[in-house]
């Protein structure tokens, strides 16, 4: 919905209004999780790193190549591409 902000409001009341009433929401489970448990789960287990057709299988569809698995929410992991790490962050603030 909308909110409409009157000027005659102290800022102090809206801000505090705010502050009580909102929270961030919480990322929906994605593919980029998967692997990230997964990863991690081989890590400590096994004391090795993920081959790349383990990624594979759960990256994409036919477990090969292709077509990519998506899922609504597949952010706030951190992936790596090259030489660099990056971190996809998409979030709401939404009102209690």
Same mark, same amino acid.
């Not at 890590?43 to 609504?72: F, P, Q, W």
């Given at each position: 919905?909308?909110?409409?902000?009157?000027?005659?409001?102290?800022?102090? &009341?809206?801000?505090?209004?705010?502050?009580?009433?909102?929270?961030?929401?919480?990322?929906?489970?994605?593919?980029?999780?998967?692997?990230?448990?997964?990863? =991690?789960? &081989?890590?400590?287990?096994?004391?090795?790193?993920?081959?790349? =057709?383990?990624?594979?299988?759960?990256?994409?569809?036919?477990?090969?190549?292709? =077509?990519?698995?998506?899922?609504?929410?597949?952010?706030?992991? &951190?992936? $790596?591409?090259?030489?660099?790490?990056?971190?996809?962050?998409?979030? $709401?603030?939404?009102?209690?």
């Amino acid at each position: 919905g909308e909110m409409l902000y009157y000027r005659a409001m102290s800022d102090d &009341i809206v801000s505090n209004y705010l502050f009580c009433n909102t929270k961030f929401d919480v990322p929906d489970r994605g593919v980029m999780k998967d692997i990230a448990f997964a990863k =991690s789960e &081989i890590y400590l287990n096994e004391h090795r790193e993920m081959t790349d =057709s383990e990624i594979s299988a759960i990256l994409y569809v036919n477990g090969i190549s292709g =077509s990519k698995r998506k899922k609504k929410g597949d952010f706030g992991y &951190i992936y $790596q591409e090259a030489d660099k790490f990056y971190i996809a962050l998409n979030f $709401q603030i939404r009102f209690k």
